[in-house]
């Protein structure tokens, strides 16, 4: 395993062992889907953010039924929900009802901020001296350092959580990383082969794609608002001066972030539901250690 995401799955491990009902159970299902988004890509933010939701959709019934709900009520002309289009008068009103539609989904959501300190320290520093695959040689660095963070975390996710046989589609947002069909066809072998040095067993069929795979329903545009959202969220936390993600001091966020950020936080800091919610920094470690990974505690009192 790759060195970050041996120290995330170490912290989600020591998380589960320590409160056992951490992790969903998504072994019993024959198709797992994965959608993955990004946040904090602007310079000013000193995190990036990489959010997954994984789930069986064959057990997602009744969030399927409360977020269409949801879209006649608030969203009935096809508006996608997103962290950026939270200025929308329209999606703020759906906002809490569509994060307690999500709770209602057997699976689990992951979010990964990494300081960008270290990702320049320890990722394909040497990128353009030709360090990347040869179907990304013509992919800009930035993109490449992205996505393998993406397809590295996302593996280790899918291969602690799958079992032998499943299926697998992996979505994610029709970003700089899938701007183009082209892009997708480069993307897919790569995914399948560092996916295959994770996994443990093998699965059946992995598809890789976009939102663009959507039926028409919006079921897939929803799915991946979920990792979207709390991305969005997250990178707003170590924006505020007061808080220093190394400590353990804990930090009241109110007041000094913005408001939709402090509802999908709260969110997140929530158990309640079906749907698991896990958060880990990843930065420097201490005594000289080179990668750091920790559970971040979303406590949120009224």
């Known amino acids: 395993m790759w060195g970050a995401t041996t120290a995330i799955a170490s ?33 000013s933010a000193p995190y990036e953010a990489f959010s997954f939701l994984i789930a069986d959709l064959s057990y997602c019934g009744d969030w399927n039924q409360m977020r269409s709900r949801i879209r006649k009520e608030f969203l009935r002309d096809n508006r996608r929900m997103g962290y950026k289009g939270m200025n929308d008068r329209r999606k703020r009103s759906a906002l809490l009802p569509f994060l307690r539609a999500a709770d209602n989904i057997p699976g689990l959501v992951l979010t990964v901020l990494v300081d960008k300190r270290l990702q320049a320290e320890l990722l394909f520093s040497g990128a353009e001296r030709g360090s990347v695959p040869d179907l990304l040689q013509s992919w800009p660095v930035p993109v490449v350092k992205k996505f393998i963070w993406v397809i590295h975390v996302g593996s280790a996710l899918v291969a602690g959580l799958s079992a032998k046989g499943q299926n697998l589609l992996w979505i994610t947002d ?5 701007a183009n069909d082209s892009r997708i066809i480069e993307a897919t072998p790569l995914v399948a082969g560092i996916l295959s040095q994770y996994l443990p067993h093998d699965m059946a069929h992995l598809r890789f794609g976009t939102t663009k795979c959507d039926s ?25 001066d007061t808080v220093r993600l190394d400590s353990g001091v804990r930090t009241p966020l109110r007041g ?11 969110w997140l800091g929530r158990g309640s539901g079906e749907l698991r919610k896990i958060s880990v920094v990843v930065d420097q470690g201490d005594s000289g250690a080179q990668v750091r990974a920790r559970a971040l505690d979303l406590h949120m009192t009224a």
């Open 11 to 43: 912290t989600i491990s020591q998380l589960d062992l320590a409160y056992p009902n951490s992790l969903p159970d998504l072994r019993s299902g024959p198709s797992l889907l994965l959608a993955s988004d990004y946040g904090g890509q602007h310079k």
């Open 216 to 240: 028409g329903d919006l079921l897939l545009e929803d799915f991946a608002a979920i990792p979207d959202l709390a991305a969005g969220a997250l990178v707003e936390i170590p924006k505020v």
């Open 174 to 178: 029709e970003d700089d990383i899938a």
């Open 256 to 266: 000094y972030v913005p408001w939709k950020a402090l509802s999908i936080l709260s």
